[in-house]
């Protein structure tokens, strides 16, 4: 292989596994031809669902808060071992000291997945709208 | 006749000279802006027969509600639905938040006539073949029912 063409195989080994770092927001879900409410539902029962509907969206919240924050502290240094490895190829392999935040990111998206439940849920309910 | 060679091969290497000028000085004035955006929509019909009617009156963008929820207390038709994407442009700029996403999905929702952006979503921010650094969001773009509505 010719000394030159290195540096491009090296910046493209850098740039294949960076592209990974980035993580998609969620697929919004399928729109709902017509909301199904459940009017028939004792005031009671309906308020003590919201309750509960409301208390799982705040838990699923918390978590996600949680793992946003753990990604962006691994953002400074991906940033930084990225950058030192396309500036020198000899120094691509500090690219595996990267962290992809793969189990956390997800993570995040089965939260997001979640959450659309409890709001569809939440419709059917009549539930008040919850502030974010 | 080799005088004339030598001619266009210095106009030509002068030439090459001025087009690496003119792209240099693009790159650093493009380095001026932070930030570059690009959005998408996907309209239901509701949102194409929207855009046909062509809203008298477009929703101000700050009147848009943006949630990452859905609203229970009212009945909307969904316009369609929206994507912004915020990039950074060189690997010093800060990276982009959710704020900025929030303000594209706004624009563009406000240029649909909608009145909100429910289940809004986003990603999170990462190196892309194109940037340094780059986030997207999602959300859906929807137009409250007048009361006397079906």
């Known amino acids: ?132 | 006749m080799k005088t004339g060679f030598r001619f266009l091969g210095d106009f030509m290497a002068l030439s090459i000279r001025h087009a690496a000028c003119l792209i240099m000085a693009g790159a650093l004035l493009a380095g001026c802006a932070s930030h570059r955006a690009y959005t998408y929509a996907d309209r239901t019909a509701a949102g194409n027969a929207a855009a046909d009617a062509k809203y008298p009156t477009r929703t101000q963008v700050h009147n848009i509600i943006l949630t990452e929820g859905d609203i229970t207390d009212r009945d909307y038709v969904v316009l369609g639905d929206i994507t912004a994407n915020v990039a950074k442009n060189t690997l010093f700029d800060p990276d982009p938040t959710r704020e900025m996403i929030d303000k594209e999905l706004k624009k563009q929702a406000s240029a649909m006539g909608a009145d909100a952006v429910i289940l809004v979503r986003y990603g999170s921010v990462g190196v892309t073949l194109m940037s340094w650094g780059e986030l997207d969001g999602k959300g859906r773009a929807v137009a409250f029912k007048a009361d006397n509505e079906g």
């Open chain 1, 1 to 132: 292989m010719k000394a030159r063409a290195v540096p491009f195989l090296a910046g493209g080994v850098l740039l294949c596994t960076l592209a990974g770092c980035v993580r998609s927001a969620p697929d919004l879900p399928a729109i709902a031809a017509a909301p199904v409410t459940k009017a028939s539902i004792a005031e009671k029962e309906r308020l003590a669902k919201c309750g509960a509907l409301a208390d799982a969206l705040n838990g699923n919240k918390a978590e996600a808060v949680g793992l946003d924050s753990e990604i962006k502290s691994n953002r400074g240094q991906n940033q930084t071992l990225g950058y030192l490895a396309a500036a020198a190829w000899p120094l691509t392999p500090l690219l595996l000291a990267t962290e992809g935040d793969y189990k956390e990111k997800d993570r995040l998206d089965a939260l997001q997945a979640e959450r659309d439940r409890i709001y569809a849920e939440q419709r059917q309910y009549r539930c008040p709208s919850s502030p974010d």
